[in-house]
T-cell receptor, first 115, second 110 residues
């Protein structure tokens, strides 16, 4: 069964460093998302991406963050100059039809620990 | 602004019991509602997706209902098993971004 895959599963970084989290969405999906979940809290929306551009972003997704689809399969989240409060589980998700009708599929997540 | 509430926050039941998890929302103008399970430290696994025009969906021992007029959805789990232990999340798709509930943590005791 097709699935969303994410790498790395866990990354530890020093405050101020740049981090790139990678995702391979399901191949025939058209809409891609990043979410994060701080330990013990709700899943929070970061950004959605469609047709090679950001379609929506939350207030969390400030200039520190960027997304890219460098080729036909990968979807990356870059966090510049990481802060302690960026420590969280970051989930990539994709669906075929967008949030209006489509079933959303999540990856297993990348745990980011900022020291 | 859409608000999603899941009650109870945690639930512990003996194996074999039938149970109901609740999700309520404030804005009935939704496109769909999706139930997920999340195991500790893991991603979210889709269980059931209900479109706004539907009233329920079933998959195996799971049945999800949707009542837009009252702003409620329920997830019914029949004959619960220890492997059902997880956090269950209700997620609403509407005109704005997807809105997540905080989840119900279910523990099924052998």
């Amino acid at each position: 069964e097709p699935e969303v895959t994410q790498t790395p599963s866990h990354q530890v970084t020093q405050m101020g460093q740049e981090v790139i989290l990678r995702c391979v969405p399901i191949s025939n999906h058209l809409y891609f998302y990043w979410y994060r979940q701080i330990l013990g809290q709700k899943v929070e929306f970061l950004v959605s991406f469609y047709n090679n551009e950001i379609s929506e972003k939350s207030e969390i997704f400030d200039d520190q963050f960027s997304v890219e689809r460098p080729d036909g399969s990968n979807f990356t989240l870059k966090i510049r100059s990481t802060k302690l409060e960026d420590s969280a589980m970051y989930f990539c998700a994709s669906n075929r039809q967008g949030r209006r009708t489509g079933e959303l599929f999540f990856g297993e997540g990348s745990r980011l620990t900022v020291l | 602004k859409q608000e999603v509430t899941q009650i109870p926050a945690a639930l512990s039941v003996p194996e074999g019991e039938n149970l109901v998890l609740n999700c309520s929302f404030t804005d009935s103008a939704i496109y769909n509602l999706q139930w997920f399970r999340q195991d500790p430290g893991k991603g979210l696994t889709s269980l059931l997706l209900i479109q706004s025009s539907q009233r329920e969906q079933t998959s195996g021992r799971l049945n999800a209902s949707l009542d837009k007029s009252s702003g409620r959805s329920t997830l019914y789990i029949a004959a619960s098993q220890p492997g059902d232990s997880a956090t269950y999340l209700c997620v609403l798709g509407g005109s704005e971004k997807l809105v997540f509930g905080k989840g119900t943590k279910l523990t099924v005791n052998p």
